[in-house]
């Protein structure tokens, strides 16, 4: 009997953090609190720029635009934000869309599953993704079930189970 496997990504869908950037921008243009903010954001691959006149309210911009992510079922362990910093007459904040897994994250996810899991379990790293393999299909949903309470700052998805 042939090895069963998965992959653990983290994949995030552009078109919906579109989606979830327009629709802040269109509330922070239409929302009285913004008024006289001149509350901005702006889109550009995987960065993300939020502008306003007072630090209170590039805050307040970076909660409306999470509060747009999470009602498109984008995961806010996918956003990376920043501290908001003075930029001339406003205030800035710079976020980005985290993909990929990382090496120390891989890393981890790979000690605890060699750790944790099921002795048949085996895992090994390709790039930003981690590949699961056993002979035993209830070892690696059982594998799933530890990665999914695993305490990791990326999202995780589970794809190619086969």
Same mark, same amino acid.
């Given at each position: ?50 502008? /306003?006149v007072?630090? @209170? ?9 999470? %509060? =747009? #992510? *999470? !009602? ?21 904040i710079? /976020?980005?869309?985290? @993909? ?9 996810? %790979? =000690? #605890? *599953? !060699? ?44 794809i190619?189970?086969?």
């Amino acid at each position: 009997m042939a090895d069963s496997s998965f992959d653990v990504v983290s994949k995030v869908d552009h078109q919906e953090v579109a989606n979830a950037v327009n629709q802040a921008a269109k509330e922070l243009s239409q929302r009285y609190d913004f008024k006289d903010a001149n509350a901005s954001i702006d889109l550009n691959d995987t960065r993300i720029l939020l502008k /306003a006149v007072s630090e @209170e309210r590039v805050k307040a911009a970076l909660d409306v635009l999470q %509060s =747009k #992510l *999470i !009602r498109r079922g984008i995961s806010l362990k996918s956003l990376d934000s920043g501290d908001p910093y003075a930029s001339g007459k406003e205030y800035r904040i710079e /976020a980005g869309i985290k @993909e990929g897994i990382d090496q120390p994250n891989a890393k981890k996810l %790979s =000690k #605890l *599953i !060699r750790d944790e899991a099921p002795k048949s379990v085996k895992s090994q790293i390709q790039g930003d993704e981690l590949r699961v393999q056993s002979k035993s299909r209830d070892d690696l949903q059982a594998a799933i079930q530890l990665l999914k309470g695993a305490d990791v700052e990326i999202d995780l998805q589970f794809i190619n189970f086969r």
